[in-house]
């Protein structure tokens, strides 16, 4: 079952980072409509701005980074015409996710151990790893999460990030542009993650998917194929029989 397996690619949220989805979600959208206070008078407004651009990225078709199709989208809606104007926001959200995104891990209850004694394992047996987190976030978003887990960003050979991809889950294209980046075949591959459709839409190329049901998300109508499920610590203890 991993033996053959030369990349491991993992799901974030609910999978390696024991967060609930919905629940960090609201402390995030909390955090970044005080941060922008100034442009938008109601809250509720903000947010549902927000996810209204974030629905369009993740439904982004390749022909642009999702940060440019959230960016394009969300400065459209906020009816801002003026070039710098734009920048200026754009430049605002970095800062936000450099300072205060970092700090959201003080409302979590978060398990450390498992996912880094995981990732140790792999590194130690010479497997190639790729964070496959949906990507709509910016890479240090995506680090600092990490970091939450006291996992370092610099274990992956690939982090999927706002920047670097044009695909989200559950797009199956998403995983057929991780596997152009790193070039290899999806027989080599193994997902791991937390959602019946988000990930496991990978094995819809091939590639051989687990689910890890410690936070499973179940969707209605997906029937992907799925080679194994079980919680983290049955991953880990699976992994160091096999491997
Ligand atoms: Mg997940």
Known sequence: MFKDKEVFLFDL???LLSIEAENFLKYYFAALSSEFEDLCAEKEEFIQLLMG???KMIR????????????EDFIEKLQISDRSEADKIKSRFEKFYQTKFAALDQYFEIDRK?????????????KRLVLATNPLFPEEAVAARLSWIGIDAADFELL????????????????????????????ACLMIGNDLKEDAVASRLGIDTLIIED?????EGSDFDISWRGSLKEFKNLLEEKL
Not at 60 to 69: I, K, M, P, V
Not at 114 to 126: G, R, S, V
Not at 215 to 219: A, P, S, T, Y
């Open 60 to 71: 982004n078709d390749g022909s642009r980074t999702n940060q440019e199709a959230f960016m």
């Open 114 to 126: 498992t996912p880094a004694e995981i990732i140790e394992y792999l590194k130690a047996k010479n």
């Open 13 to 15: 949220d609910g999978t």
């Open 53 to 55: 651009s974030t629905n």
């Open 215 to 219: 936070k499973l998300i179940e969707r």
């Open 160 to 187: 999927t990030h706002y920047e670097n991809m044009s695909y989200a889950k559950p797009n199956p294209d998403y995983y057929r542009e991780i596997l152009n980046k790193i070039d290899v075949e999806p027989e």
